[in-house]
């Protein structure tokens, strides 16, 4: 067994190559891009949100309620006849992307945190580097990939969306993992 403090340095390290990677993917290779899309009169359907005094939140149209209203003849007919989605309302106002991103890192250190746990129990000090990577970047890859699985399942956001996420994730596992393997306690 290997102890957290023993693996500051990888949980580290691999927090900062990850957010530096995913800083690269969304700028500078730019495939995620295409994930969402512009709203057809985006300016009429914004009037009508403001209007209607939607606060931030998310909201699921048509509503049902429960199990009953959602067989109500009456929202049945709400359905076939659409639109039926879900969309999340953010605060008015400028994106304030440096709450994003520090909110970003502190997920990215969550995780190495959950894998030097995970990997730490499994194994001990002197593992090879191919088995802790193999733990590590298995881990890393559930938290970082699979995550974004059931946004494709349940809120019909696009399988292609969902694909790039994995590969995203994947990216970020195997810096994780490199990381993990490379300075595991001898």
Not at 84 to 103: E, H, Q, R
């Amino acid at each position: 067994m290997v102890s957290l403090t023993e693996l500051w340095l990888p949980i580290l390290l691999s927090t900062v190559a990850v957010f530096v990677a995913s800083s690269l993917i969304h700028t500078v290779l730019g495939y995620h891009n295409s994930d969402y899309r512009k709203m057809p009169e985006q300016d009429k359907v914004c009037e009508a949100i403001r209007a209607a005094g939607v606060p931030p939140g998310t909201y699921h149209f048509p509503h049902g309620g429960d199990y009953k209203g959602m067989s109500d003849p009456a929202f049945q007919e709400k359905l076939k006849q659409g639109p039926v989605g879900i969309a999340t309302i953010m605060p008015s106002g400028p994106v304030n992307m440096g709450k994003y991103l520090v909110c970003w890192f502190l997920y990215c250190l969550a995780v190495g945190v959950f894998v030097a746990y995970v990997t730490g129990r499994a194994l001990g000090p002197g593992t090879a580097s191919l088995a802790v990577f193999r733990i590590a970047g298995t881990v890393a890859f559930m938290a970082y990939a699979m995550a974004h699985t059931h946004n494709s399942i349940w809120k019909g956001e696009p399988w292609g969306t969902t694909f790039k996420f994995y590969f995203d994730g994947l990216v970020y596992a195997l810096l994780t993992a490199g990381f993990f393997g490379w300075l595991w306690p001898r």
